[in-house]
Nanobody
């Protein structure tokens, strides 16, 4: 099993940037697929970006603005978020899954971190 702890959320004005971090511990080599997801009030959980062995996948809504990366020494997953919009406001979660397929469907990810709030004001 792995444990995931997010940090780095906060409040920012539209057009600003934030960088989220997710510390990964435990059986890190078993869970090769890592991802970022978000859930806005009243909405379902949606995939934002995933990363496995250098392959990245992004939701259309964040392409060109968000970048997912990983520090293999520190076992930390990052999400650099630029040009933030009010519609990016949500709780952001990192999650992991075993296996080679690393899509954006949240249903296949387990375990999850506790989430970190991102608020973008206009």
């Amino acid at each position: 099993q792995v444990q995931l702890v997010e940090s780095g959320g906060g409040s920012v004005q539209a057009g600003g940037s934030l960088k989220l971090s997710c510390s990964v511990s435990g059986s890190v080599y078993t869970y090769k697929c890592l991802g970022w997801f978000r859930q806005a009030p009243g909405n379902g959980r949606e995939g934002v970006a995933t990363l496995i062995e250098g392959r990245r996948l992004y939701a259309d809504s964040v392409k060109g603005r968000f970048t997912i990366s990983k520090d293999d020494v520190e076992n930390t997953l990052y999400l650099q978020m630029n040009t933030l919009k009010p519609e990016d406001t949500a709780i952001y979660y990192c999650a992991a899954r075993k296996g080679g397929y690393c899509g954006l469907e949240y249903q296949y990810f387990d375990p999850w971190g506790q989430g970190t709030q991102v608020t973008v004001s206009s």
